[in-house]
């Protein structure tokens, strides 16, 4: 047996909290001896008697004598006499932590009341507990899954945090740390003031004369609201007494709020009422998202700062080589269109309705920022997203910076849309999006007059300072960028003048063609696009096909895998989206067009696809902005194809989510498949490779084009880090799974 972490724990109040802690410790071996101090005699005899504790005293000093950890979970209020109790039995290396509510102030008793031994005190808070009370409900598997913030201060010693972080994920709990003040704000914005509130509207009613005919019609909603109010009032006292000047904060932000609701409600202000409740809905999605692991907004709720445990966050696949796609196979809707479709609805006059909107991340953090901006989206509700246009001038200024999770062409395209509005505005993102290159975007517009300032060489934060009149340029593209194309497009509506780009070889139409849907007139000609500004979108219905894109991933796995068959239902097949079919067919993929038609202006199909043998190509450059989204897929098929597969040309794969020549070329050597990097594209040889374990780098398209490649590999694939597929293919395991993907989701 292994030595257990401490020798022996003392708890020092022996309630809920602290008899569960000492079940856990038992149960987990994590103790030689668990001893409890505690005032009252009936308690010590109670644990003792349930195996909770082995002994017990009523003078703290005694009880915490010869303990190497000391765990005090009485109320919050009594904290510094509790511990200037103790203090006097601690052994000099006696590490002490805590379970109370509120740290701030306990952190402040624990100061005055532990003198010299307060760096061995690290301040804690379980986020666990249940309607009972008491030593008798001691709960062993209370903390399992639970989380556990530390607040350690500069004074608190590093390794009794970690000996404390140890204790509770050995209990299985997930530990988090953060600052004490971080903490009590959020703590009294999430779980204080609700309290607050619970109690306060239940007082408010019973107050009221008529209030046993009140509560015997209160439905669901009441219950569900009040739920909280049955809490204990002495912990709740203490609480909201500790912890005044964050609960007072968050009382003031909340009634700010409550003032803008009543407003609304009393002017009928429908507007108003369906921004607020349509906002708090998409909020409590991603809430509850985030409590499964999945939302984007995980870092704009502040979470990235406080998470410690990150892997929980970030699942892995395991991939079992072999298998077969067959069936019918709906993917989601096109990623690129879903962002016009909010772009340019929300600056209709109207109300637009998009069908088919995918539910991706990317697209979401889109649809935030337009909220954010003031207008009122409904949805979306499978696929299904009715936007309130509030006209090309209707945007308000967003009270933070909007937040652009891992996407680029939230940030590009809303650069440009930005740039002529009347309001500062910052657009921040995440890690990956934090690396990659805006000036291409910064650049054009601020020929235009734009004032915009980009962060360290020149990536995000972008920052645009509003009320710049824009003047019409035309701007010959310096790379193949349907982003930065759509920026200067975007960016045109609000010049004076005709704006016209140029570019060096055809990229995706979806701006110029959406734009035509809202009947906003866009001159093309040849290589060259440009719109006139001033103009007026008028709100019309979309219908979003199914993303090439991810589609993508079941040309290729269907092509590789033998005995494959799979349709494809509804795909956009917009020629400026179509090079990977050309180069998949180009290598001999066995790929069918049916029942070809038009949807709202964009070309759509059913896709067939079956298992053919594929050989090694140049690919052609041309293709290569066709395809450029899908080269990560497009090197599996490589990998699985006779011969050599050359690509040159393709150097803005290296300013992707990740650098997908160098990111995809580390997943094939771990695979062990030959190929040779260039700057701008590489060579791959195909022919049998192995399992291994693959980095996707959080890049969606790297962690779906490895799944597929288990389709052929002679071992499991293991592809880390893929929380991101979310971003552009929610449900792709799943999806995937069905068809015949050997797939688990760790
Ligand atoms: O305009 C768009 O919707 C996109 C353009 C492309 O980016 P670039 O413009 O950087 O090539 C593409 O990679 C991206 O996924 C979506
Ligand atoms: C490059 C991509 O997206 P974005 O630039 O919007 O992050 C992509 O989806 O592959």
């Not at 009715?386 to 680029?408: C, D, F, Q, R, W």
């Not at 915009?452 to 193949?480: C, F, S, W």
Request: charged fraction near 20%; glycine fraction near 12%.
């Amino acid at each position: 047996m292994s030595e257990p972490l401490f020798n022996r724990i003392a708890i020092i109040g022996l309630g809920l909290i602290g008899g569960s802690f000492a079940a856990a410790a038992r149960e987990n071996g994590l103790a030689r001896s668990i001893v409890a101090g505690s005032r009252s005699a009936r308690t010590l005899e109670q644990g003792i008697a349930l195996g909770v504790v082995d002994d017990g005293s009523q003078d703290l000093a005694e009880a915490v004598k010869g303990a190497d950890l000391v765990f005090v979970s009485t109320p919050v209020s009594a904290m510094g006499k509790v511990l200037a109790a103790l203090k006097p039995g601690l052994s000099r290396t006696a590490i002490v932590t805590d379970g109370g509510s509120v740290k701030g102030n306990v952190i402040s008793a624990a100061r005055q009341a532990l003198g010299e031994h307060y760096s061995r005190f690290v301040p804690g808070h379980p986020i666990a507990g249940k309607e009972k009370s008491g030593v008798s409900a001691a709960d062993a598997t209370l903390y399992r899954d639970h989380r556990v913030i530390l607040t350690p201060t500069d004074d608190t010693d590093p390794a009794a945090t970690a000996k404390v972080r140890a204790i509770w994920t050995a209990m299985g709990a997930e530990v988090l740390q953060m600052s004490p003040q971080y903490h009590d704000q959020v703590l009294a914005e999430t779980s204080h003031l609700p309290h607050l509130l619970a109690f306060s509207l239940v007082d408010t009613l019973a107050r009221q004369g008529d209030s046993n005919e009140i509560f015997r019609y209160a439905a669901g909603g009441f219950r569900d609201f009040t739920r909280i109010a049955s809490s204990d009032p002495v912990m709740w006292h203490d609480i909201f007494r500790e912890n005044k000047a964050a609960l007072l904060q968050a009382l003031g932000l909340f009634s700010d709020g409550i003032d803008r609701f009543r407003d609304a409600v009393e002017k009928g202000d429908s507007d108003a009422l369906m921004g607020i409740m349509t906002r708090a809905n998409s909020a409590r999605a991603h809430f509850m998202a985030m409590n499964g692991r999945t939302s984007y907004t995980r870092a704009q709720l502040g979470e990235d700062s406080i998470m410690t445990d990150s892997s929980k966050a970030n699942p892995t696949y395991l991939m079992t080589p072999g298998g077969k796609l067959n069936g019918r196979i709906r993917v989601p809707g096109d990623k690129s269109m879903s962002h016009r479709s909010i772009m340019l609805g929300s600056l209709a006059d109207g109300v637009t309705e998009v069908e088919g909107f995918l539910e991706g991340e990317d697209a979401l953090a889109t649809l935030q920022a337009f909220r954010d901006m003031g207008v009122v989206i409904e949805g979306p509700a499978n696929g299904q997203v009715t936007i309130h246009g509030v006209g090309l001038n209707g945007l308000k200024a967003p009270e933070k910076p909007l937040y652009m999770g891992n996407s680029g062409t939230s940030m590009r395209l809303l650069t440009g849309l930005l740039a002529g509005q009347a309001f500062d505005v910052e657009l921040t993102g995440d890690a990956s999006l934090s690396k990659r290159p805006m000036e291409r975007v910064a650049k054009p517009l601020r020929e235009m007059g734009a004032q915009i300032t980009t962060g360290n060489e020149g990536r995000p934060p972008v920052r645009i300072r509003g009320g710049q009149p824009l003047k019409a340029i035309h701007y010959d593209l310096p790379m193949a960028s349907a982003q930065v194309k759509s920026a200067v497009l975007l960016g045109g509506l609000y010049a004076e003048g005709e704006t016209s780009v140029t570019e060096p070889a055809p990229t995706r139409d979806h701006t110029e063609r959406m734009l035509g849907g809202f009947g906003y007139a866009v001159r093309r000609d040849g290589a060259t696009s440009a719109v006139n500004g001033g103009g007026k979108l008028t709100a019309c219905k979309l219908e979003v096909p199914a993303d090439i894109s991810s589609a993508a991933f079941f040309l290729v796995g269907a092509s590789i895998a033998e005995g494959s068959d799979v349709t494809l239902p509804h795909v956009g097949i917009n020629p400026t989206r179509t090079g990977v079919i050309d180069i998949l067919k180009l290598m001999g993929a066995d790929i069918r067009l049916e029942n070809q038609r038009d949807a709202g202006g964009e070309p759509v199909a059913d896709i067939v696809v079956k298992s053919a043998p594929l050989k090694g190509i140049v690919i052609p450059e041309a293709l290569v902005p066709l395809a450029i989204d899908e080269f990560p897929a497009i090197f599996i098929a490589a990998a699985c194809a006779e011969g050599d597969t050359i690509l040159h040309g393709a150097e803005e794969l290296r300013v992707k989510e990740s650098d997908r020549i160098q990111v995809m070329a580390d997943g094939l050597a771990a695979l062990g498949v030959d190929h040779e990097v260039f700057d701008d594209g590489i060579r791959i040889t195909g022919g049998a490779f192995g399992g291994g374990e693959v980095q996707s780098h959080g890049d969606h398209r790297i962690a779906m084009s490895f799944a597929m490649a288990a389709l052929r590999a002679n071992g499991p694939i293991t592809i880390h880090d893929c929380a991101n597929v979310a971003t552009s293919f929610p449900g792709f395991a799943q999806l995937a799974g069905h068809a015949g993907l050997n797939l688990e989701v760790k």
